[in-house]
C-alpha cells in the first residue's frame, strides 16, 4: 500500500553520517561545520519523528483490519467476514 511506501520513505530521510560526510567535503576548513552537524541532526530527528508517526498510524489500520477480518462473534471457528451473505455488488 502506497500509506507504507510514504512511511518508509520518510524513515528514509535519516541520513545522518552520509550528511555529515558531504558537509564536510563540500565545506572543507569552515566555520560552518558546526552549524552542518546540528542541521543534519535536527533533519533526522524530524524524519525519525514523523517517520514513527505515520508508521504508527499504519498500524493502527492494520490492526482495525485484522480485528475485522478475524472476528468470530458467534464462535464457530470461522471469522464472520467468510459467513456474512453477499451483496448484489459483490454477486
Known sequence: ??????????LAGIGFTVALLIGE??????AVTEQIKA???I??????????LLLRRRNK??????EEETLDADA???????????TAAER
Open 61 to 66: 489500520v492494520y490492526k482495525h483490519l485484522y
Open 76 to 86: 464457530d471457528g470461522i471469522p464472520d467476514i467468510y459467513q456474512r451473505e453477499a
Open 43 to 52: 533533519a533526522s530527528v524530524t524524519a525519525a519523528a514523523l517517520a514513527a
Open 1 to 10: 500500500e502506497w500509506a507504507d511506501v510514504f512511511g518508509l520513505s520518510v
Open 39 to 41: 542541521a543534519v541532526l
Open 25 to 30: 567535503l563540500a565545506f572543507p576548513g569552515q
